[in-house]
């Protein structure tokens, strides 16, 4: 009885933190670590992603990302003008060597834009990652609550 009750606890532990882990993707010195993205609200088109890419290599350039769930998706960064947030588009990520790129709220982000469905918490959705020396990185996506402004994993870490 005993021994069943610490392998059940394990068993809901590793339950618990696989679908954190699952996202991961590895190709080379890049790996991109836990995709994610909010729930949008009903009758939305435009969504967004975020995820962080570490670099134990070379410097690398981030060139786009696609996704079938939208029919554009683009990078974009926000930033502070006169006291209002803003959005810009730009057209490549550079990656520096042996350091690390964030795609969080209120700075670097991936559009969905017209969306071809909606997100939903617990969804998951492909995106692609084109990368000027690595090539095409795919990894998929966790849809968190729309109100998360960062995913459940990271959350009390400090990071």
């Given at each position: 009885?005993?021994?069943?009750?610490?392998?059940l606890?394990?068993?809901?532990a590793?339950a618990?933190?696989?679908?954190?882990?699952?996202?991961?993707?590895?190709?080379?010195?890049?790996?991109?670590t836990?995709?994610?993205?909010?729930?949008?609200?009903?009758?939305?088109a435009?969504?967004?992603?975020?995820?962080?890419?570490?670099?134990?290599?070379?410097?690398?350039?981030?060139?786009?990302?696609?996704?079938?769930?939208?029919?554009?998706?683009?990078?974009?960064?926000?930033?502070?003008e006169?006291?209002?947030?803003?959005?810009?588009?730009?057209?490549?990520?550079?990656?520096?060597?042996?350091?690390r790129v964030?795609?969080?709220?209120?700075?670097?982000?991936?559009?969905?834009?017209d969306?071809?469905?909606?997100?939903?918490?617990?969804?998951?959705?492909?995106?692609?990652?084109?990368?000027?020396h690595?090539?095409?990185?795919?990894?998929?996506?966790?849809?968190?609550?729309?109100g998360?402004?960062?995913?459940?994993?990271?959350?009390?870490?400090?990071?």
């Amino acid at each position: 009885m005993y021994t069943h009750i610490h392998r059940l606890t394990f068993l809901l532990a590793l339950a618990w933190v696989i679908p954190a882990l699952a996202a991961d993707q590895r190709t080379g010195s890049l790996t991109i670590t836990q995709p994610w993205s909010r729930a949008t609200a009903p009758g939305a088109a435009i969504g967004a992603a975020y995820f962080e890419i570490v670099n134990a290599g070379a410097v690398d350039t981030l060139l786009r990302i696609e996704s079938p769930i939208a029919r554009q998706v683009e990078m974009h960064t926000s930033y502070t003008e006169g006291g209002t947030m803003r959005m810009r588009p730009v057209t490549s990520v550079d990656v520096p060597a042996r350091g690390r790129v964030r795609f969080e709220p209120s700075g670097l982000h991936v559009m969905l834009i017209d969306l071809v469905r909606p997100l939903r918490k617990g969804d998951r959705f492909p995106l692609t990652l084109v990368f000027q020396h690595a090539g095409p990185v795919r990894v998929e996506a966790i849809v968190q609550d729309l109100g998360t402004l960062i995913p459940p994993w990271r959350e009390g870490h400090g990071q």
